[in-house]
């Protein structure tokens, strides 16, 4: 079963623009986990957030945490040309190991 | 050169037959797992092994099959059973099963049953 669903499905945006994806899920984390993928390929770790976390950074990428509302959101600032991708969020829920993926938001970024 | 190495990159086959896809780390990864994509969609998972010799089915494991005789090695077998096996196959590890830990993922395998 697919826990996270991901918003939007498919966004496009300019070029130096910043990307917010959105990710709910519907029980309680351990953690949520966002990855990427390139079209055909396997998927990249981004960043992990745990549930007692609010927000983390990672270079060009900030990840919230609203535990409340269910929801993370991943923004990616000063979009390039190579962040043309796949986004997923993944959960892992308390006493089980496994991450559980969403369904994805196809990143277009136009040059 | 460290990673997750999976082959072949396409694969094709005829309905009714088995077909076994290779998945192999040199991460020294304790814990391996199986996923599959359908177009559009996020990844299920099929099988996952936190030891050697050891695995659990996972959400959609009906007409598949693995073994871990090995920890670097955690072969995949779709077998005739699975009714729809035409997918994208990922393979993944993780230095432990535990969930905090972030997955590693191969290229993975395009089959495509006719």
């Known amino acids: 079963s697919q826990q996270g669903e991901e918003d939007p499905q498919a966004l496009s945006i300019q070029e130096g623009e910043n990307a917010t994806m959105n990710c709910s899920y519907k029980?309680?984390?351990?953690?949520l986990q966002w990855y990427r993928q390139n079209s055909g390929r396997g998927l990249v770790h981004l960043i992990l957030i745990r549930s007692n976390e609010r927000e983390k950074h990672s270079g060009r990428l900030r990840v919230t945490l609203d535990t409340s509302k269910k929801s993370s959101s991943l923004l990616i600032t000063a979009s390039r040309a190579a962040d043309t991708a796949s986004y997923f969020c993944a959960t892992v829920n308390f006493g089980n190991e496994k991450l559980t993926f969403g369904t994805g938001t196809r990143l277009t970024i136009i040059p | 050169d460290g990673g997750i190495t999976q082959s072949p990159k396409y694969l094709f086959r005829k309905e009714g037959q088995n077909v076994t896809l290779s998945c192999e780390q040199n991460l020294n990864h304790d814990a391996m797992y199986w996923y599959r994509q359908d177009p559009g969609q996020g990844l299920r998972l099929i099988y996952y092994s936190q030891i050697v010799n050891d695995f659990q089915k996972g959400d959609i494991a009906e007409g598949y099959s693995v073994s871990r005789e090995k920890k670097e090695s955690f072969p995949l077998t779709v077998t005739s059973a699975q009714k729809n096996p035409t997918a994208f196959y990922l393979c993944a590890s993780s230095i432990r099963l535990a969930g905090i830990h972030e997955q590693y993922f191969g290229p993975g395998t395009r089959l495509t049953v006719t």
């Open positions: 029980t309680s984390i351990n953690n």
